[in-house]
């Protein structure tokens, strides 16, 4: 693939060295950054605040997303924008796109991902199961929503929702005015959608390239309490290879539709052996942190190999018969020390000033067998306060 | 482990994060801060040059080794110092011992690890084999030394020799006065070695924490040319257990006569199916570098882990079976696309400017089978100029 269709100077070495733009610098653009710097790319990630932990390990410019007043000076010291942080205004990202400096995902996904309904609107142009949803402006289209999705329902806020917040779960007609109460003032309005007895909740973590190229790591089952993942495992158990085919013709579909560049989780409620969609991600994921220890390629690397045009590398696991998990680490951090001693655990910390409900760091946990990773996973759940 | 006994500032995650200090700005300190970043750590690299690399991935502190200018900032930013580079000036490592800052490993080990008669005197007194060797320090103690220990023989300078420099093969009694004339010159004297006809060049990287415990990678055979360290592939091929029992001793003794605190390498020869002593490198080694990609936990995590006084890890493969190589890259960078289309092969970019001789990357390889990994191994050496 040459320079022209990768749209980035070509990398080759110590010869063509590209820096990498990062909108964020939470976790996300920290582990990305590091990716980045084994394959020799500097970085600089684009944060609103001064003390984002990305700045700890490359680059860091500080500027605010909305009015930037130093989009030109980011924009000479990167050969390639990406986003780690999904509610990065479009505008600032069509923008960089009509100066002329690649945008990996583009704009056109963020604005889909952004907003509830777009996505699911996508999904069913797809052929991918959606629960019902209606989408409303005001208390009326509301009432009428939420009749015509059925109750319980859950209506939840069409953008900047996340870790369960901007969402009320419905149970009664008459709540329908107090969740109007809580979440009608939103810009962008809501969407009630049906709820989903779902028997777990699974993602697939995928990978495009600038040349169409796919790559899908094995599904992955995620368990959350309090609306935040708090662990992972994959491959998920149980999953028939009908359904895993089915999740990344879901996932592949998805990523064409988009034109999608870069790493996109999807999550999916499995509900009686059927996949049904429940949001995109475009950018890296919570679900798929564990990848950096257990996986061939991690999906930080993928997303950087993608953006930068480069081959993608393998998803598959770093050798044959591995099971990993993930444990997120959220409000305080466990003992290092104690959590260094569980065989095949590996820390992960974010290097964050710790506060209720923020995620400071994760644990990965490799292990020989299924039986094996729970137990491994439970020992480190045993550290947690 | 309590914070009296590991000597630095309890590591207890978010609250409680510890600096690192790195003596040396190259790809060894990059690779060290890398793996400080995934536990949290914040690090300082003190390079003499500005475009030090390990600057593109974390703090640097730009000073001259032998005359600082700015000792006192670099020991406030830091709470624990380790070296990167073995021939930091020991009286530097003395000064900051002085201060009370704990530097691991120790100056002790800088000391005798610089000094090629030091080390072997070490070595003979652990009952390790070596090579017969005499020092000198004038012509006269030249040609009696290499009468003592018969031709051919090499001579080398006691101090600051890598990759091939400092060395010079007497084969006649006639070169003595040439080999004097090029490397008699050098502060600290020569030693004269007897030449060891062995069958390969193996390493055993190994590590002690502050309190002992010790942890020993398996065995990796190295293949040099021009002096400078090529392929490693690790577990060495046919290394029987008795054999992998005595480097495993012979480390463990080293690491104890050093009180030694981090991860340190031993080059040995094969010869008839013993080990023979070459030298010690103080510091992670490049013939461990496969341990990013192909260990439970890389050498660059346990020299942190040990300077922090963090339990060590598993320096087993990160799963059974796998098979692991390193390609050095040296002079020029390969084209990274080709690289990373390689089956089992990680791109190691340091983000150096390309020059003659110069250590500028590495590609670790991961397999299933020796075969497997050697067949791997010669795509990426086709792939280099």
Redesign the interface.
Known sequence: ?GAEQSGVRA?????G?VRLGILGGGQLG?ML??AA??????TRCWDQREDAVAG???GLHVDDFERPARLDAFLRGVDVVTTEWENVPVALLEEIERRGVPVRPGSLALRVAQDRVLEKNLARSLGIPTPAFVAARTLGELEGAVREVGLPCVVKTRRFGYDGKGQVVVRKAEEVAACWGALGATAGGLIAEGFVPFARELSIIAARGVDGQTRFYPLVCNEHAGGILRVSTSPAEGVSEGVRARAEEYAGGVLGALEYVGVLAIELFEVGGELVFNEIAPRVHNSGHWTI?AS?TSQFENHV?AVLG??L??AGM?????HAGMVN?IG??????QV??I??A?????????RAGRK??HVNV?A?SRGELMERIGQVRGLLR
Chains 1, 2 share one sequence.
Do not use: N, T, W
Not at 318 to 322: E, K
């Open positions: 693939m990398y080759a070495g110590a010869m060295r920290r950054a590091l710097h084994e394959l020799g790319v500097q700890h390990v490359g220890d061939a190999r480069l081959p590398g393998d770093v050798a044959p018969g591995v680490l305080s951090m466990p003992d290092a020390r260094l001693r065989a095949g590996k820390l992960h910390d974010y290097a964050k000033e710790a400071l760091g490799l020989g």
